[in-house]
T-cell receptor, first 115, second 112 residues
Framework: GAGVSQSPSNKVTEKGKDVELRCDPI?????LYWYRQSLGQGLEFLIY????????KSGLPSDRFSAERTGGSVSTLTIQRTQQEDSAVYLC?????????????FGPGTRLLVL | DAKTTQPPSMDCAEGRAANLPCNHS???????VYWYRQIHSQGPQYIIH???NNETNEMASLIITEDRKSSTLILPHATLRDTAVYYC?????????????FGKGITLSVRP
């Protein structure tokens, strides 16, 4: 079956521009997560959605970062006024929410380069 | 979530079993052991998870010690495509705090 998909796969932008990154979770998965991974670093949690609401936004690094999810499915991560330090791979994951044994499945990521 | 400790790297010969250790001495009763791997330039891939019983699937086996303070991921017949960074994660399974916290992982190199 279809896994998590993300678009674009690569994005090059100029400092100061806004970018939108898209995530299509696995059908039926109500939980959705955004992470980012800078070059040579581990994964850094950004935000968690349960349905359309975001009970945990604690990982968003600044108010330039925002995310929304509509219809309990597709999510968009927006970075305004991009900075060079925003360059990273942005990963999306989705999961079912079950009482025990929730497993997150990741997409291939969007590689963002801010010049 | 409980902290995990993994050696930084290991290697094994193609076709042999790869045994990847993980220590999680502060694990609590409701925390699961999860393993993910990340092949270069790809997103993390789920491998297996368990609570206290040993688990096996088509990719690997997970052996958890009786006191749950350590575990071993076993790839029974490693191939070159198994070269990746493997992450051992201990976490509560669900709820608003279900985000994954990845450490540095262990880099497995499978040699021909």
């Amino acid at each position: 079956g279809a896994g998590v998909s993300q678009s674009p796969s690569n994005k090059v932008t100029e400092k100061g521009k806004d970018v939108e990154l898209r995530c299509d979770p696995i059908s039926g998965h109500t939980a959705l997560y955004w992470y980012r991974q800078s070059l040579g670093q581990g994964l850094e949690f950004l935000i968690y959605f349960q349905g359309n609401s975001a009970p945990d936004k604690s990982g968003l690094p600044s108010d330039r970062f925002s995310a929304e999810r509509t219809g309990g499915s597709v999510s968009t991560l927006t970075i305004q006024r991009t900075q060079q330090e925003d360059s990273a791979v942005y990963l999306c994951a989705s999961s079912l929410v079950r009482p025990l044994g929730e497993t997150q499945y990741f997409g291939p990521g969007t590689r963002l380069l801010v010049l | 979530d409980a902290k995990t400790t993994q050696p930084p790297s290991m290697d094994c010969a193609e076709g042999r079993a790869a045994n990847l250790p993980c220590n999680h001495s502060t694990i609590s009763g409701n925390e699961y052991v999860y393993w993910y791997r990340q092949i270069h330039s790809q997103g993390p891939q789920y491998i297996i998870h368990g609570l206290k019983n040993n688990e096996t699937n088509e990719m690997a086996s997970l052996i958890i010690t009786e006191d749950r303070k350590s575990s071993t991921l076993i790839l029974p017949h490693a191939t070159l495509r198994d070269t990746a960074v493997y992450y051992c994660i201990v976490r509560v399974a669900t709820g608003a705090n279900s985000k994954l916290t990845f450490g540095k992982g262990i880099t497995l190199s499978v040699r021909p």
